[in-house]
């Protein structure tokens, strides 16, 4: 994601938008669909994000935590929160968004991710977003990607980083059968996860074998 970050124009007015999309999507292990519109028509505040919809907590601990109210998906008709807390280095969420509304300043009820054009604002959709990714990607040299790379990638970050499988699939909304698939495919998660200690190997045996009747 770094590689990508270079190749990206975080002066212009997409760059940022784009950018300040792939980092909280990232971040937020959610799926760009949700954060992006099908089409530049097709914005509609009571089912994409905007301004609006982003809120600050804290947790037990007093650190600030984003929250990104997502007012309805194909799962979860009535809407769901995603969230990330503030990351070290250049691809910090919190930072990413705060350029973006230094650069673009999208009205209030308008996409979150609207930018400027021409001599008012444009919805961030999907293919825009996708395309300009593609570019950057293959400006990098790396390879293309693929279907839910950015979630997947999330998914596979944080694990790495000790979260609990059951954390993980609350925070990603993930479907049981969907994350176990996912899972199986990586051994740098599940390598610690059966080792000889009898608590953790249950816990990993509980979350990948299948129910038994």
Not at 3 to 25: E, Y
Not at 101 to 108: F, Q
Not at 118 to 138: D, Q
Not at 149 to 165: A, N, Q, V
Request: hydrophobic share 40%.
């Amino acid at each position: 994601m770094l590689a990508i970050r270079h190749h990206i124009d975080l002066a212009m007015p997409l760059g940022a938008s784009v950018f300040a999309c792939l980092s909280m999507c990232f971040f937020a292990t959610s799926h760009v669909g949700e954060f992006t519109v099908q089409r530049l028509d097709a914005f509609d505040p009571n089912s994409h994000v905007s301004k609006t919809q982003v809120r600050y907590d804290q947790d037990q601990e007093g650190q600030q935590v984003t929250v990104l109210h997502i007012p309805r998906t194909k799962a979860v008709p009535q809407g769901e929160d995603v969230c990330w807390a503030r990351q070290e280095g250049l691809m910090d969420p919190d930072s990413a968004l705060a350029h973006h509304l230094k650069i673009n300043d999208p009205p209030p009820n308008n996409h979150l991710f609207a930018y400027c054009h021409n001599n008012g604002h444009r919805p961030l959709t999907k293919s825009k977003f996708l395309t300009e990714l593609t570019r950057a990607v293959r400006m990098a040299g790396l390879d293309p990607l693929q279907g839910h790379s950015i979630r997947i990638g999330s998914t596979l970050k944080y694990l790495l980083r000790g979260m609990p499988f059951n954390v993980m699939k609350v925070k990603g909304w993930w479907s049981s059968d969907a994350f176990i698939l996912y899972l199986r495919k990586h051994v740098q998660i599940l390598a610690p996860y059966i080792q000889v200690v009898p608590a953790v190997h249950d816990t990993f045996v509980c979350l990948t074998m299948p129910a038994v009747c």
